[in-house]
T-cell receptor, first 114, second 114 residues
Framework: AQSVTQLGSHVSVSEGALVLLRCNYS??????LFWYVQYPNQGLQLLLK??????LVKGINGFEAEFKKSETSFHLTKPSAHMRDAAEYFC????????????FGAGTRLAVHP | DGGITQSPKYLFRKEGQNVTLSCEQN?????MYWYRQDPGQGLRLIYY???????QKGDIAEGYSVSREKKESFPLTVTSAQKNPTAFYLC?????????????FGSGTRLTVV
């Protein structure tokens, strides 16, 4: 079965600092991987996705993620954090079974301090 | 603009009552999903539907029911059998077979038992 592990339920950075949110996946087949962002009391918005093309994926709001097969990782980064980046971030992988069942990690809450 | 509309945004339920959460999409997506979100647990799949008049149980279907009479609509009923219904509920849709597209999410319904 496919699964996703997000390391760190809470991450705190200073404004202007590097953001690094960690995601490791388990999959027996080449995966599709996603990062979503959720602001309070809202739905999830797609930040970026990996679909077996380029291993470095650029998304919205200055975020990017690198697919590393050897490490089974898909970490999310942003060079310089903004206050508006404070939100919860979810990593997800497409599961098996012939349908698009997205399997989510537990989420990482990002706090940005002035 | 195309999207997913969930209503109501906030819902209060008394013990022993059934309540129905609405989810409507105008994206012409065939597949629709219901997720439950609890703090620190990520998103868990309740039910999903790949086509009209067909739906399958997800990981936590007990105490919930759904219908899919129209392509655009996928309402979720939280029954009195659901012992801990207080949570944030998210509806999503996708293109079946289009694993690389990910999901489009609604803005959610927060259900509270009073």
């Amino acid at each position: 079965a496919q699964s996703v592990t997000q390391l760190g339920s809470h991450v705190s950075v200073s404004e202007g600092a590097l953001v690094l949110l960690r995601c490791n996946y388990s999959s027996s087949v080449p995966p599709y991987l996603f990062w979503y962002v959720q602001y309070p009391n809202q739905g999830l918005q797609l930040l970026l996705k990996y679909t077996s093309a380029a291993t470095l994926v650029k998304g919205i709001n200055g975020f990017e993620a690198e697919f590393k097969k050897s490490e089974t990782s898909f970490h999310l980064t942003k060079p310089s954090a903004h206050m508006r980046d404070a939100a919860e971030y979810f990593c997800a992988v497409i599961g098996s079974g012939g349908y698009n069942k997205l399997i989510f990690g537990a989420g990482t809450r990002l706090a940005v301090h002035p | 603009d195309g999207g997913i509309t969930q209503s109501p945004k906030y819902l209060f339920r008394k013990e022993g009552q059934n309540v129905t959460l609405s989810c409507e999409q105008n994206l012409n997506h065939d597949a629709m999903y219901w997720y439950r979100q609890d703090p620190g647990q990520g998103l868990r799949l309740i039910y999903y539907s790949q086509i009209v008049n067909d739906f399958q149980k997800g990981d936590i279907a007990e105490g919930y029911s759904v219908s899919r009479e129209k392509k655009e609509s996928f309402p979720l009923t939280v029954t009195s059998a659901q012992k801990n219904p207080t949570a944030f509920y998210l509806c999503a849709s996708s293109i079946p077979g289009g694993a690389g597209y990910g999901y489009t999410f609604g803005s959610g319904t927060r259900l509270t038992v009073v």
